[in-house]
């Protein structure tokens, strides 16, 4: 099947500062690339949804200034976590769909971040 | 909210088969039926998905009820690492949305 990689998989900041997280569709074109948040033993929670060349729809709740999403290329999408707190820390995933809905959406290996 | 519901847990005998139920009772016409699956601290894994008709690969069997408002997942022999949490979601387009999942595990 289509690969999604993520980068880093994981990766420890600092309370204050910002940490960078990519999204690659490795064998084909995204044209829609999810982002996803997941706290242990819960289930994963969707942030925001991405469309090539347009700004990220972000879920009620989710803060944009903070968790800057860039879907800049059919192949890369990056989350930027702002000003990381420590409740910041979770495992954040992403998935990308190559097309039209139907087609299958594959998810990256996700990566856990850690604000200390 | 995911349109779907699930069992919290089920168990089943390694070399058997597993059946995993889902409901979506609210699924529009045009919402596929997704399955995946998550092993403890990795992205979700595609299994299989569908629109109306039964659907095979080499993973599992989709089977999904004529009016569409439930289906099942087949994993024809269950290994013991097919213990997982198991997804179910109804989507189209812009909204791919988790809920809690079946979390099955094959026991010996």
């Known amino acids: 099947g289509a690969v999604?990689?993520?980068?880093?998989?994981?990766?420890?900041c600092k309370?204050?500062?910002?940490?960078?997280?990519?999204?690659?569709?490795?064998?084909?074109?995204?044209?829609?690339?999810?982002?996803?948040?997941?706290?242990?033993?819960q289930s994963l929670m969707?942030?925001?949804?991405?469309?090539?060349?347009?700004?990220?729809?972000?879920?009620?709740?989710?803060?944009?200034?903070?968790?800057?999403?860039n879907?800049?290329?059919?192949?890369?999408?990056?989350?930027?976590?702002?000003?990381?707190?420590?409740?910041?820390?979770?495992?954040?995933?992403?998935?990308?769909?190559?097309?039209?809905?139907?087609?299958t959406i594959y998810f990256g290996e996700g990566s856990w971040l850690t604000v200390v | 909210d995911a349109?779907?519901?699930?069992?919290?847990?089920?168990?089943?005998?390694?070399?058997?088969?597993?059946?995993?139920?889902?409901?979506?009772?609210?699924?529009?016409?045009?919402?596929?039926?997704?399955?995946?699956?998550q092993i403890h601290s990795q992205g979700p894994q595609y299994i299989i998905h569908g629109l109306k008709n039964n659907e095979t690969n080499e993973m599992a069997s989709l089977i999904i009820t004529e009016d569409r408002k439930s289906s099942t997942l087949i994993l024809p022999h269950a290994t013991l690492r097919d213990t997982a949490v198991y997804y179910c979601i109804a989507y189209n387009n812009n909204d791919m949305r988790f809920g809690a999942g079946t979390r099955l595990t094959v026991k010996p």
């Open chain 1, 4 to 12: 999604v990689s993520q980068h880093p998989s994981r990766v420890i």
């Open chain 1, 15 to 41: 309370s204050g500062t910002s940490v960078k997280i990519e999204c690659r569709s490795l064998d084909f074109q995204a044209t829609t690339m999810f982002w996803y948040r997941q706290f242990p033993k």
């Open chain 1, 46 to 69: 969707l942030m925001a949804t991405s469309n090539e060349g347009s700004k990220a729809t972000y879920e009620q709740g989710v803060e944009k200034d903070k968790f800057l999403i």
């Open chain 1, 71 to 103: 879907h800049a290329s059919l192949t890369l999408s990056t989350l930027t976590v702002t000003s990381a707190h420590p409740e910041d820390s979770s495992f954040y995933i992403c998935s990308a769909r190559e097309g039209d809905s139907g087609n």
């Open chain 2, 3 to 37: 349109k779907t519901t699930q069992p919290p847990s089920m168990d089943c005998a390694e070399g058997r088969a597993a059946n995993l139920p889902c409901n979506h009772s609210t699924i529009s016409g045009n919402e596929y039926v997704y399955w995946y699956r």
